[in-house]
């Protein structure tokens, strides 16, 4: 049976028109005519550009502002060229768009060129194009602290994922009827949300504290966001003790919803001194990639406090790489 059969039949069925969706944006995406317009060309002997249908005019394609019949009326077919505006014959069309003030390109022997208004160099880049169609938002004050070379990648992104409110925390799945009733896994009093395990809770508090503590932070605990806020402002710098002190937050925030996922989905038990042991490890690892650092009093105390090898305070021996 073939596809007319299926048709006389009523053998079809009509789907419904979905709307599209577009994951993790909760505005409009730029639409197909507002990127096509980013493309023009740049006439030489107009040839090999549609007279209504390329960006070649000011205003845009042609057909936007004519009509079908007034395309066919005025002589010039729909494959017409640039090119065959200019001819003695089509001065009626012509007329009109002198009308517009908007002024008309003067051919040349030269070919038609294709250019892109993304970049001042006209040239297309895959850059240009996201600068263009990506929507702008106020800078936030903490994109420097988070995604800075000295905290590790997944940290980077956990942390993201928490100043952006994006976790899947107990508090945003009940909000959105995902589940019917749920219980912080560390205190098993109240659901957890951001502000909640990042440190409201009692048992993430005393991980924050031990933290503050091995960093010699004057630590006070607040909300997530001005916990973040005081992180982005104090932590920052290019020395040693501030390098460890950013990675080791990282690293905090995400020894604890790790851990936290653990007691959840593995049903493995509360361990507080398990996220410290790990927190400790990674310090550690982290701090035995430098070398040279300043012997300073604060420097020696960061030291001691996480138990780091002082071999950091020597300049790194190449001899024995390269075989010197």
Request: hydrophobic residues 35%; proline residues 4%; glycine residues 4%.
């Amino acid at each position: 049976m073939d596809s007319l059969d299926l048709l006389k039949k009523g053998e079809f069925r009509v789907a419904k028109n979905q709307p599209r969706q577009f994951v993790g944006s909760k505005e409009d995406p730029p639409t197909r005519t507002e990127c096509r317009s980013s493309f023009y060309w740049r006439i030489g002997n107009g040839c090999s550009v549609s007279l209504w249908f390329d960006n070649w005019h000011p205003r845009g394609p042609l057909n936007l502002y004519f009509s079908d019949s007034t395309i066919y009326a005025s002589g010039l077919p729909r494959q017409a060229t640039v090119a065959d505006l200019f001819t003695n014959c089509r001065a009626m069309i012509k007329g009109v768009l002198d009308s517009w003030a908007d002024p008309l390109p003067t051919l040349s022997h030269s070919s038609d060129r294709f250019g892109w208004k993304g970049n001042t160099s006209h040239l297309f880049t895959v850059a240009s194009a996201w600068d263009l169609i990506r929507r702008r938002k106020t800078r936030v004050s903490w994109h420097t602290f988070i995604w800075n070379n000295s905290i590790t990648s997944r940290y980077q992104f956990n942390l993201w994922l928490i100043a952006k409110r994006r976790l899947s925390t107990q508090a945003l799945l009940l909000y959105y009827g995902r589940i019917d009733s749920a219980l912080c896994p560390f205190c098993n009093e109240v659901p957890d949300s951001i502000d909640h395990l990042f440190f409201g809770c009692r048992i993430s508090a005393s991980i924050a504290f031990f933290w503050a503590s091995r960093c010699n932070l004057p630590w006070r605990n607040n909300s997530w966001v001005e916990n973040l806020n005081w992180a982005a402002t104090f932590l920052m710098g290019k020395d040693f003790y501030k390098c460890i002190a950013r990675f080791s937050f990282g690293a905090l925030c995400y020894y604890i919803w790790k851990h936290r996922n653990s007691i959840l989905f593995r049903e493995q038990s509360l361990s507080v001194p398990e996220v410290k042991n790990q927190l400790i490890k990674v310090v550690r690892d982290k701090a035995t990639t430098y070398r040279n650092v300043d012997d300073t009093y604060r420097n020696r105390r960061l030291q001691r406090s996480w138990g780091i090898d002082p071999i950091i305070f020597s300049a790194r021996d190449y001899s024995t790489s390269t075989g010197l």
